[in-house]
Every structure is written in structure tokens, then in C-alpha cells.
């Protein structure tokens, strides 16, 4: 079984630029987030998906930031326009359910804003 | 507000000798907690997880953890470093009931490990 596969694994990109990201999780999965992790802290969650409703998005900056999840499989979340300070590792995780089950993760995407 | 510290930024130990990596955590209710490794370009993998019960807790590669009440910690053990533990460990703890997606992470531990 395939995990969860994110691309692309990295992007340059130059300041003011527009940029996404694209996430695939697990068959089955109804349940999917977006992490954001900052060099050298632990991820932060971004969003929360339940099939294809965002359910918490509070830490979402949504100035800039939008996702969606269309048909309640892959997700996109784009950053438009991007900022030096966002230069992260974004991870995408999905589980079968809200409840007791586990997350699996992406390998993430490498994103540098010059 | 829930949160978990990781105390330690950085550990260096020898191949063989046993390890300990400290997590204390502020919860409000009673919580569920995770230890997760990050190796270099990878994704993250889930070691164990506390959601009640016994309060040792075995996981995969050999690792365990015991979680402390009275201390509010959750600190993950090996008895004996492999090379190949040389990575990130990162604690956590669920933000919403008992849902093992949404989480507070702590940091992280950068483990390194000298032949």
C-alpha cells in the first residue's frame, strides 16, 4: 500500500510568488492535515480535513494561505503571495478517522522563498 | 492551553549505551501522548503512543516509554543505541480528544550517536 506522497519534495521560489503544494493520502483516508515545520521546531497543524470540509482551520493564515480538498481525496494548499518567512518543510498527514486511528505522513515539501 | 516541552535540543551518546529522551507536557484533561522519530528528508514515523493503561509503554525499533503523572512526562527509553536511532524525535500530544492526527508537537530531541 502506497502512503502518503506530497509533491513536490522541494521548491525555490522568489518572494511574491505564487506557489502549491499537493498532497495524495492513503485510499481510504477520510481524514487529512497540513503541517507546517519551521527549521529546527516540531510541525504545527495547519488544517484538518474530514473528507472534503475543512473542520479547523484556525491556525491557517489566510491572508495568504488557501487549501482544498476537492471530492474529499487530494489536497492542494497554495501560498500566493509567499513570503521569506515562509520558508518551511510543509507535511501532509492522513488517517482513516477523527478517532483512534493513526496518522501517517508524507515526506513533506521543502520550501525556500528567496 | 495544551503544550510539550522537550528539554533537551541535542543528545550525543555512544553506540551500545542506553538513552533516555525527557518530554514533559501540559495538558488539561487526561492525555494522549506520542513519540515520533524524523530521519533526515523523511516524513514522520510513530514509535508509540500512551492513551491509557499501563503506563509503560513498548513501541517499535526497541523503543519505550513511561508516563509519569505526577510528573507530567512521557520520556522515551532504549536500552541500548544502533547507529541507524540517529535522528529527530519529536513528543506529542493530542489537541482534540482522542485523535491521533491533530497534534501539539514539542520541538524535538536531535539525537546523535558516536561509534
Known amino acids: 500500500e502506497a502512503g502518503v506522497v506530497q509533491s513536490p519534495r522541494y521548491k525555490i521560489i522568489e518572494k511574491k510568488q505564487p506557489v502549491a503544494f499537493w498532497c495524495n493520502p492513503i485510499?481510504?483516508?477520510?481524514?487529512l492535515y497540513w503541517y507546517l515545520q519551521n527549521l529546527g521546531q516540531g510541525p504545527e497543524l495547519l488544517i484538518r480535513?474530514?473528507?472534503?470540509?475543512?473542520?479547523?482551520d484556525s491556525q491557517l493564515p489566510k491572508d495568504r494561505f488557501s487549501a482544498e480538498r476537492l471530492k474529499g481525496v487530494d489536497s492542494t494548499l497554495k501560498i500566493q503571495p509567499a513570503e521569506l518567512g515562509d520558508s518551511a518543510v510543509y507535511l501532509c498527514?492522513?488517517?482513516?478517522?477523527?478517532?483512534?486511528?493513526?496518522?501517517?505522513f508524507g515526506q513533506g515539501t521543502r520550501l525556500t522563498v528567496v | 492551553a495544551q503544550s510539550v516541552t522537550q528539554p533537551d535540543i541535542h543528545i550525543t551518546v555512544s553506540e551500545g549505551a542506553s538513552l533516555e529522551l525527557r518530554c514533559n507536557y501540559s495538558y488539561g484533561a487526561t492525555p494522549y501522548l506520542f513519540w515520533y522519530v524524523q530521519s533526515p528528508g523523511q516524513g514522520l514515523q510513530l514509535l508509540l503512543k500512551y492513551f491509557s493503561g499501563d503506563t509503560l509503554v513498548q513501541g517499535i525499533k526497541g523503543f519505550e516509554a513511561e508516563f509519569k503523572r505526577s510528573q507530567s512526562s512521557f520520556n522515551l527509553r532504549k536500552p541500548s543505541v544502533h547507529w541507524s536511532d540517529a535522528a529527530e524525535y519529536f513528543c506529542?500530544?493530542?489537541?482534540?480528544?482522542?485523535?491521533?492526527?491533530?497534534?501539539?508537537f514539542g520541538k524535538g530531541t536531535k539525537l546523535s550517536v558516536k561509534p
Open positions: 506529542a500530544v493530542s489537541g482534540y480528544g482522542g485523535s491521533q492526527g491533530n497534534l501539539i
Open positions: 485510499s481510504g483516508h477520510n481524514t
Open positions: 480535513y474530514e473528507n472534503e470540509e475543512a473542520v479547523d
Open positions: 498527514a492522513s488517517s482513516r478517522g477523527l478517532s483512534n486511528t493513526e496518522a501517517f
